[in-house]
């Protein structure tokens, strides 16, 4: 699922972190965070929602594996993926906002579109 960067962490922090990220940014819709960590989260963010539109005990419990939260799990399904039921992809948009202060990160915003 994840692409090939490593973020600087292992790969147990590393999924850790994207498993909240993306836990995150569905719950709230939106948020701020480096390009390179952006990149990783879309296509997670994607497949959960994706999930949600086959609205099956499977899908449900396969989100669950991978979304910290089952209060946000549940809103996927009830409330995100219903808006997508007519688009096949691309729920999310990365804009880049400049660059972070203390050390020159690239930052963006990722949300649902």
């Given at each position: 699922m994840?692409?090939?960067r490593?973020?600087g962490?292992?790969?147990?922090q590393?999924?850790a972190?994207l498993?909240?990220?993306v836990t ?8 701020e965070?480096t390009?390179?960590r952006a ?5 997670m ?16 419990r396969q ?8 209060s946000?799990a549940k809103?996927?399904?009830?409330e995100?993926a ?8 691309g729920?999310?948009?990365?804009t880049?906002?400049?660059f ?5 990160a ?5 949300e649902?579109?």
């Amino acid at each position: 699922m994840p692409g090939t960067r490593k973020l600087g962490r292992p790969t147990d922090q590393r999924m850790a972190m994207l498993r909240q990220q993306v836990t995150d940014l569905l719950d709230t819709g939106r948020m701020e965070t480096t390009v390179t960590r952006a990149k990783e989260i879309a296509p997670m963010a994607e497949k959960m929602i994706t999930l949600g539109k086959a609205k099956d005990l499977a899908s449900y419990r396969q989100a669950l594996s991978f979304i910290t939260r089952e209060s946000v799990a549940k809103k996927v399904f009830d409330e995100v993926a219903p808006k997508y039921a007519d688009r096949n992809g691309g729920y999310t948009r990365i804009t880049r906002t400049g660059f972070r202060r203390g050390d020159a990160a690239e930052m963006a915003v990722i949300e649902l579109v």
